[in-house]
């Protein structure tokens, strides 16, 4: 069974940074990587960042520039790091690992 539990979210002024971390505990024959996701109120869900097993990144083209993900393998943690935020950004943020999702963290950026 695998548990990922997201932290970090939190009230930031637009311009302003956040660094949200993902936990994960428990096992699973997985060999997708881990991914970030966010939602807004009344939106879908939408696709922000994914670190794969060895390391390689991929972001939606809207935060690229401003969001880096990295992964400790050592501490089992998945990170984003939340640049140059825009109240737009205002969401849930979750990560997701196969069938797998954490209960998500909000962040919530003012103008």
């Known amino acids: 069974q695998v548990h990922l539990r997201e932290s970090g979210g939190g009230p930031v002024q637009a311009g302003g940074s956040l660094r949200l971390s993902c936990a994960v505990s428990?096992?699973?024959?997985?060999?997708?990587?881990i991914i970030w996701y966010r939602q807004a109120p009344g939106k879908e869900r939408e696709f922000v960042s994914v670190i794969d097993g060895v390391g390689s990144v991929f972001y939606a083209d809207s935060v690229k520039g401003r969001f880096t993900i990295s992964r400790d393998n050592a501490k089992k943690t998945v990170d984003l790091q939340m640049n140059s935020l825009k109240p737009e950004e205002t969401a849930m943020y979750y990560c997701n690992w196969c069938a797998y999702w954490g209960q998500g963290t909000q962040v919530t950026v003012s103008s």
């Open positions: 428990g096992y699973t024959e997985c060999n997708y990587g």
